[in-house]
């Protein structure tokens, strides 16, 4: 069965300071991949999506994630955190038939002034 | 911009009784999808409905549930005899293709007491 994991379940940064959310999932040939963001009582955001194009794919907000197939990873990265950046952040992945994703258990960021 | 809207916000409802959960996918769209977060758990795929069937469906998505479009804008969800277990947040999301993007709404929380 396809997997995503989230390693840190919680992350603490300060303002200004870079941000780095952990991601692997399990192997499988082509997957597509995507970094959610929700704010408090908000919905479900796309921030970015990889779906085997380049590896490093660029999203909203200053968002990043780089593809590395040989680590089987996904991480989310941004330079400079900023306060609004704060809310729960998951990874999935899509099955091949585009019918549903796989979410990771999410980690909730924190930035700290 | 287009928006996944979904009713109510948040109902609470005694052990036994039926619900049903609306939404309204963005006006063109072809794929709806429920999708439920038990509190401090991951999100989790429930099903997926394309062309007035449906074309996927999880372990999760028992005979105590079932999905409706009954007219060309809402889509339901509709669970017949409520469980404690069933307290959860449920995400509305749709997308215009097989591949597009999916757009989550900002979710029903359920409390089944």
């Known amino acids: 069965a396809q997997s995503v994991t989230q390693l840190d379940s919680h992350v603490s940064v300060s303002e200004g300071t870079p941000v780095l959310l952990r991601c692997n999932y399990s192997?499988?040939?082509?997957?597509?991949l995507f970094w959610y963001v929700q704010h408090p009582n908000k919905g479900l955001q796309l921030l970015l999506k990889?779906?085997?194009?380049?590896?490093l794919v660029k999203g909203i907000n200053g968002f990043e994630a780089e593809f590395k197939k040989s680590e089987t990873s996904f991480h989310l990265t941004k330079p400079s955190a900023h306060m609004s950046d704060a809310a729960e952040y998951f990874c999935?992945?899509?099955?091949?038939?585009?019918?549903?994703?796989?979410f990771g258990g999410g980690t909730r960021l924190m930035v700290k002034p | 911009e287009p928006e996944v809207t979904q009713t109510p916000s948040h109902q609470v409802t005694q052990m036994g009784q039926e619900v049903i959960l609306r939404c309204v996918p963005i006006?063109?769209?072809?794929?709806f999808y429920w999708y439920r977060q038990i509190l401090g758990q991951k999100v989790e795929f429930l099903v997926s409905?394309?062309?007035?069937?449906?074309?996927?469906k999880s372990e999760i998505f028992d005979d105590q549930f079932s999905v409706e479009r009954p007219d060309g804008s809402n889509f339901t969800l509709k669970i017949r005899s409520t469980k404690l277990e069933d307290s959860a947040m449920y995400f509305c999301?749709?997308?215009?293709?097989?591949?597009?993007?999916?757009?989550f709404g900002e979710g029903s929380r359920l409390t089944v007491l």
């Open positions: 999301a749709s997308r215009g293709g097989r591949t597009g993007e999916l757009f």
């Open positions: 999935a992945r899509g099955d091949n038939a585009g019918n549903m994703l796989t």
């Open positions: 006006s063109n769209h072809l794929y």
């Open positions: 409905f394309y062309n007035n069937e449906i074309s996927e």
């Open positions: 192997s499988s040939y082509s997957p597509s």
């Open positions: 990889y779906t085997s194009a380049a590896t």
